[in-house]
Structures are given as C-alpha cells and as structure tokens.
C-alpha cells in the first residue's frame, strides 16, 4: 500500500522534522496545510520545496481551500493566493473544501465556484482535490454530487475527488469512486458512545482495532475497485496532537492497516 503522511498528525514538529519523521516511517508523501500549522502562512514555499525535495518527499497537497463553494468576498484573491504557494513549493494540488456551517448553497453556485477555479489551476499545472464533508451541516456532503457538479462545469480534467474515510462514513454512502478519486484520508473514531450524527474532527484518531468508521472495508472496496493512488493519514483529535511520541503511533497504525487492509 503506498501511503501518506499529513502534517496534521504530529502539528507540533516543524516541517523540516516532520519531514525527517516521514522518511523514517518508510513514506515519500505528504500534504501540508494552512491551518494546523499553517505552514503556508509561515514558512516560504522556496524553502518548503528545498526541504521535500532534500529528503525525496512529494508533496500531494495543501489542506485546504475553503470554503470553495462560496465564491465571493475574499476567497478569489486567497485561491489565487494558495495556488501560487502551491506551485512555487512543489505541491501536486490543492484541497477544496464546502461551506460547513449549515448554511445550504445551490448546486448552480458550486458548478459557478468550480468554473471560477479552474483557469486559476490550469495555469499552474495543479489539481483540484473535492472533498465533500458529511457532517449534518456541510453544504456538499456527497462525492456523487461533487461529480455531477464537476460535470457541469466542464471540469473533469482540472478536479478530482479526495475521499475521506470520516466523511464517507458521516454521510452514509455506499457509492466507491475510484476512477475520479486521486486521494484518500483514513482516520478512526474509537469512541464507543457518540452517535454517528454526532461525530466531529475531534473524534478522529489514528486507525487501529478499535475503528467504527470501517476503514478496513472502506480501503478494501477502493482498492478493489481499482484505486491505486496514496492513503493518507489525517487524526483532528488532541489526543494524537498531544502524542510525545508520533512516530511510533504513526508505525502502529500503518502496521495496521497494511496487516488488515491490504
């Protein structure tokens, strides 16, 4: 299994160690993000690409644009923004994620969004990654939606899909996309008495036995499916933030997942 390490699941190592750490892991792949740690707004994309390609590390993507579907006010200007940082560091695609506050935005206005980004990712050479979000309150929570929305806006060669395990789950689909998909996040919940409704980031831990979101099956029907693109690992909870030691929790779960789902 080819697998990913994003930076979200040790946010207080610099890049530069988390790197070190993910070479150590036996992994070449990462994503790197804008909110925890914001390494785009602190650290300069000449050195983010100097350090990845030092240590033979590809970077998938930045984790993420959002909220993509609302394309008004200052969002422009800060895709137009990332995706500079974007290309000038070396990251293969951006993350796009939907409004998330229980706010609903018509389907037309997700086509015109995504009409919107696609010059500003052509012209770098860049992927867009949609994740549809599952929670109750995500304006997209569907990849069947995100598709025909992609469809519409005569997009298919500029967007993909990221599927994510959570969300999948969240939002109770059935339906395997793996000709569009181009990513996958895996994360677990453990935690035995919160309803699936009622499942947040913060409930999302690494995979291990104690899983209910069904990531085994989830990876075993993508990649029977035919999915052959990078699994990447994305815990919210403080709990794995809080680790002393990452690196061996991050061993445990690849050895895992290789061992259950392969």
Same mark, same amino acid.
């Given at each position: ?5 994003? !930076? ?7 890049? %530069? =160690? ?10 070449? #792949? ?7 740690? =914001?390494? %785009? @707004?602190?650290? +300069?994309?000449? =050195? %983010?690409?100097?350090? $990845? ?9 930045? @984790? ?5 579907? %609302? ?19 070396? $990251? #293969? $695609?951006?993350?796009?994620? +939907?409004?998330? =506050?229980? *706010? ?14 696609? +010059? ?22 569907? #990849? ?9 806006? /005569? ?9 994510? *395990?959570?969300?999948? !789950?969240?939002?109770?689909? *059935? ?27 913060? !409930? ?19 990649? #029977?499916?035919?999915?052959?693109? &990078?699994?990447?690992?994305? &815990? ?5 933030? /809080?680790?002393?030691? &990452? /690196? ?10 290789? $061992? @259950?789902?392969?």
């Amino acid at each position: 299994m080819d697998f990913a390490i994003n !930076h979200i699941c040790a946010p207080k190592l610099p890049l %530069v =160690d988390f790197i070190a750490m993910v070479g150590r892991l036996g992994v070449d #792949k990462i994503e790197i993000r804008n909110d925890i740690p =914001d390494v %785009v @707004n602190t650290v +300069p994309a000449a =050195d %983010v690409r100097a350090a $990845a390609e030092g240590a033979g590390v590809e970077i998938l993507s930045i @984790n993420a644009l959002y909220p993509f579907n %609302v394309w008004s006010g200052d969002l422009p200007a800060r895709a137009e923004a990332m995706a500079d940082y974007a290309a000038a560091c070396g $990251a #293969k $695609a951006l993350v796009m994620c +939907p409004l998330n =506050d229980g *706010t609903t935005v018509p389907f037309d206005n997700l086509v015109a969004a995504l009409r919107a980004m696609a +010059p500003i990712l052509r012209e770098r050479s860049l992927t867009g990654l949609v994740e549809p979000l599952g929670f109750p309150i995500s304006s997209l929570r569907t #990849k069947r939606e995100a598709i025909a929305a992609i469809e519409a806006a /005569e997009g298919k060669g500029v967007y993909r899909l990221l599927h994510d *395990t959570f969300h999948h !789950h969240l939002a109770g689909e *059935t339906e395997f996309f793996p000709e569009w998909t181009d990513l996958v996040h895996i994360s677990g919940v453990t935690a035995p008495d919160v309803a699936v409704a009622d499942m947040l980031d913060a !409930h999302r831990v690494l995979v291990d036995g104690g899983d209910r979101l069904e990531n085994v099956s989830q990876i075993q029907s993508l990649v #029977k499916a035919g999915y052959r693109g &990078p699994f990447a690992f994305e &815990p919210f909870s403080k709990e794995v933030h /809080e680790l002393a030691d &990452p /690196e061996a929790a991050l061993r445990d779960s690849i050895s895992f997942v290789r $061992a @259950n789902a392969s």
